[in-house]
């Protein structure tokens, strides 16, 4: 993944990768620059590269929102993420970003052409497991202190994961639980889960970063289709009935 401060000062900002790539000993210059014309860049100079890849992948500049912590990206232009005894929880959130980077933006139409990016292996299950019990264990805790008695209900696939109960209002809360090993607030929703978002005692609750600081967040109904846009990764397909 190669990443850009955004407008020179902003957040460190994915802008693309490079898929099985390997870096060379040396800066080369492009082999464009045999030919006549390619071009420079704004000072006049050549473009050259120290990366060897059979495919490079460079996302939209609108559709540019995925950002990375730059706390282990000072000392070093180059940071790996993976590899060796290498699972300090920095190092997993950033392999998550470039997880997200690649299922969001691994196929996308450029021109005539189109580009695919490589298959990839998401977090493991283990991983994603301890994220959801603490997420789950931190919202608990929330709702017991603001007076709720809580009820899990994650594996009875009825729309939503905990349900809340107390004598004032709102007496009823139904909530879904969202955590995340990242700082920012990302999260998939699937269609059953969503569509118990008219339900006026429906909550959403997010848990960023939650093995480390674990910040927490309730939104309703007007709260999410505010602060979120929703995008389709997958469709249904079924034949016509018609």
């Not at 950033?94 to 005539?112: C, H, K, Q």
């Not at 209900?153 to 139904?174: F, K």
């Not at 309703?220 to 990764?233: H, L, S, T």
Request: aromatic share 10%.
């Amino acid at each position: 993944m190669f990443v850009s401060a955004r407008e020179g000062s902003g957040p460190l900002t994915i802008v693309g990768w490079y898929a099985d790539a390997s870096f060379t000993e040396e800066y080369r210059p492009r082999p464009e620059y045999q030919q006549s014309g390619f071009e420079t860049d704004d000072e006049g100079n050549q473009f050259i590269y120290c990366v060897l890849s059979p495919l490079a992948v460079l996302i939209p500049p609108e559709r540019r929102t995925l950002t990375v912590r730059g706390d282990h990206l000072r000392r070093s232009p180059i940071v790996y993420a993976r590899g060796g005894a290498r699972d300090k929880p920095w190092r997993q959130e950033l392999v998550e970003v470039a997880v997200r980077a690649i299922s969001d933006f691994g196929s996308y139409a450029n021109g005539s052409e189109r580009v695919v990016a490589p298959t990839i292996q998401y977090p493991d299950a283990e991983h994603r497991r301890e994220v959801e019990r603490r997420a789950v264990e931190r919202v608990r805790a929330y709702l017991a202190s603001h007076g709720y008695h809580v009820e899990d209900r994650q594996s009875d696939r009825c729309g939503d994961d905990l349900l809340a109960l107390r004598n004032r209002q709102p007496s009823e809360l139904h909530v879904e639980v969202k955590g995340t090993s990242l700082a920012g607030e990302r999260f998939y929703i699937t269609r059953n889960e969503y569509g118990y978002i008219d339900d006026p005692r429906w909550r959403l609750v997010i848990v960023s970063d939650v093995l480390n600081r674990a910040t927490l967040r309730m939104l309703g109904k007007a709260d999410v289709q505010r602060e979120f846009r929703f995008d389709p990764i997958a469709w249904i397909v079924t034949p016509r009935t018609d």
